[in-house]
Nanobody, 114 residues
């Protein structure tokens, strides 16, 4: 199983980015998918998740600004990030989970300048 994250970059505060996570096989439609982030010196934290049946949940710090979605036909999960803040700066990781099995992508850097 491979998860390929992309779409990170440098953006000014208030700007937007869309992250993509392309998965091999039919992972996206059969697993719970999530985006995590890890800032320097901090623990990795859940940003947003979408279950295999489509329910979503968000960290309180991003609710109303970020939207997770998926395209089962393209085996891809997206994270639309709007109104970005400097505190959103981190490496963002894609995750796939089903019961005790989970996979991680390689991470993509998001840097928000003030």
């Amino acid at each position: 199983v491979q998860l390929q994250a992309s779409g990170g970059g440098l953006v000014q505060a208030g700007g937007s980015l869309r992250l993509s996570c392309a998965a091999s096989g039919s992972i996206v439609s059969n697993y719970d998918m999530g985006w995590y982030r890890q800032a320097p010196g901090k623990q990795r934290e859940l940003v947003a998740a979408i279950s295999d049946v489509g329910s979503t949940n968000y960290a309180s710090s991003v609710k109303g600004r970020f939207t997770i979605s998926r395209d089962n036909g393209k085996n891809t999960v997206y994270l639309q990030m709007n109104s970005l803040k400097p505190e959103d700066t981190a490496v963002y990781y894609c995750n796939a989970r089903k019961f005790a099995i989970q996979y991680w992508g390689q991470g993509t850097q998001v840097t928000v300048s003030s």
